[in-house]
C-alpha cells in the first residue's frame, strides 16, 4: 500500500495503519522527499506487547501563487484584504473535497467559484502558477499523490480593473 499523510502524529498514523492494513499488503512508500519509517510499541487488544513498523510518506509541499482580477461593485474601498482571506479560507477548507489537500489538484476555477460568492465585487479571472515555475496560467496544476499545495497572504496577488 502507499500512504501519504499530512496531518496527525506518526504514532497515531501508525496505530491507524495498524488497525486498518491487512497483513499481506507491504508497505510501498518513499516517492516524496519525506518518507518515513517509524516503530512503535504497544499493548494490543489481547494484552500482548507488539512492536509494529510501518512506512508511510509526509508531503512534498508545493506553494502557488494566485492572481485574481477582480471588479468593485459600488465601492470605492478595494477589498483586498477580503478577497485574499476568502482565497484563504477556500485553500484551508476542512471540508472534505474542497480546499488544498494531498493529491488534489489545483483549479483557478474552483478559486474563482469559491470567492465570488461577494456582492462588492466581481472576480473576472483568476491564474495559478507554482512558486518554482512563476509562469501564471488559467490551466489546472495537477498535484501529485505525495504533493500538497498551499498558499499564503503574501503568494495572492489581488488586480483590480
Known sequence: IYVCVDGGSDDDIVRQLYNQKTSGADYNNGASSNPKEVTINFVDEFNDLVYYTAKFDRPDI??????????????????????????????????????????????????????????????????????????????????????KAITSENLIEVIFL
Open 62 to 147: 508545493i506553494p502557488i501563487k494566485i492572481k485574481v482580477k477582480v471588479a468593485i461593485l459600488g465601492s470605492t474601498n478595494p477589498p483586498i484584504e477580503e478577497i485574499k482571506q476568502s482565497i484563504l479560507d477556500y485553500t484551508n477548507s476542512p471540508i472534505y473535497g474542497e480546499g488544498f489537500k494531498v493529491f488534489r489538484d489545483v483549479s483557478p476555477f474552483e478559486i474563482i467559484s469559491k470567492i465570488a460568492k461577494n456582492d462588492k465585487y466581481f472576480v473576472s479571472d483568476c491564474e495559478v502558477t507554482k512558486l518554482s515555475d512563476d509562469v501564471f496560467l488559467k490551466d489546472t496544476i495537477e498535484i501529485k499523490a505525495w504533493e
